[in-house]
Nanobody
Framework: QVQLVESGGGLVQSGGSLRLSCAAS????????MSWYRQAPGKQRELVAI???????RYADSVKGRFTISRDNGKNTVYLQMDSLKPEDTAVYYC????????????WGQGTQVTVSS
């Protein structure tokens, strides 16, 4: 079955950086677009970044120029490099496959908490 395991979150000061990782299994990773989502307390889950199987990327306006999504098909892993972090980036971050503008898989991993202090 599909498994998505996120890691790399933590507590960082405003302006700092973090690199998130998501190890995927149970499907042919290289054939699918992958994405990062985040959910802040009291808010809906939102799409942060997508990387297609071709390597092309797309970002939410709120993170454009600060976050970089990448993938390693040999390791079945997708990454999110987050720079110039802001307190409003505080959220639990999740990865998923991506189908158009919707998450591909119904089940989600446990996520990884990112907290940015001001």
């Amino acid at each position: 079955q599909v498994q998505l395991v996120e890691s790399g979150g933590g507590l960082v000061q405003s302006g700092g950086s973090l690199r998130l990782s998501c190890a995927a299994s149970g499907f042919t990773f290289r054939n699918y677009a992958m994405s990062w989502y985040r959910q802040a307390p009291g808010k809906q889950r939102e799409l942060v970044a997508i990387i297609r199987s071709t390597g092309s990327t797309r970002y939410a306006d709120s993170v454009k120029g600060r976050f970089t999504i990448s993938r390693d098909n040999g390791k079945n892993t997708v990454y999110l490099q987050m720079d110039s972090l802001k307190p409003e980036d505080t959220a639990v971050y999740y990865c998923n496959g991506q189908s158009g503008l919707a998450p591909l898989f119904a089940s989600w991993g446990q996520g990884t908490q990112v907290t940015v202090s001001s």
